[in-house]
């Protein structure tokens, strides 16, 4: 079952499936799945970014590939331009870590993490950073690049 939401960007539709679970279609920022709970105030389409880091990012088949470290933001486009994921290391130290385009994720909200729909090996070969020498996010080519390797539309096309 899908309806349009009247809160939601036209195009965008709310997808039952016929279990109750909703989740977003055809948005350019992070999808939901799952039973979203009905209270006031935040909830899982609007909330704290800070609410949002150190959640766990799993891949479709429930392996754990690392923590949400930071989201970023294009402040002059008003949009949440990529999720920062952190893997491997201890404590902080040694994390390798991921730009992972904003809409390559999906919010689970029944298990409380992200998916991301990448097996582990594809993950470990994307291209990574370390907390001393991040990329140059603001590059269009570098953006560009990224987002054809997660299989995402840029946001700004």
């Known amino acids: 079952m ?10 965008t ?10 989740s977003t279609a055809g948005t350019r920022g992070a999808k939901i799945e799952g039973t979203p ?32 470290e930071e989201i970023m933001l294009d402040v002059g486009n008003g949009r949440i331009a990529y999720a ?26 029944d298990n409380e993490c992200f998916i991301l729909d990448v097996d582990r090996e594809r993950l470990q070969n994307a291209p990574g950073f370390d907390k001393n020498h991040w990329p140059a996010m603001a590059d269009e080519r570098w953006a560009s ?3 054809r390797y997660y299989g995402t539309d840029p946001y700004w096309s």
Do not use: C, Y
Request: no cysteine; net charge negative; proline share 9%.
């Open 145 to 147: 690049e990224l987002h």
């Open 2 to 11: 899908s309806k349009q939401d009247p809160n939601l960007p036209e195009g």
């Open 84 to 109: 920062v994921l952190a893997t491997g290391g201890f404590l902080g130290i040694g994390d390798k870590l991921f730009a992972i385009p904003w809409p390559a994720l999906t919010l689970d909200t």
């Open 37 to 68: 709970e009905e209270t006031p105030g935040p909830g899982p389409r609007i909330m704290a970014a800070s609410t949002l880091e150190g959640d766990e990012v799993r891949n479709r088949q429930g392996e754990k590939l690392g923590t949400l």
């Open 13 to 22: 539709t709310l997808t039952t499936g016929g279990t109750g679970s909703l």
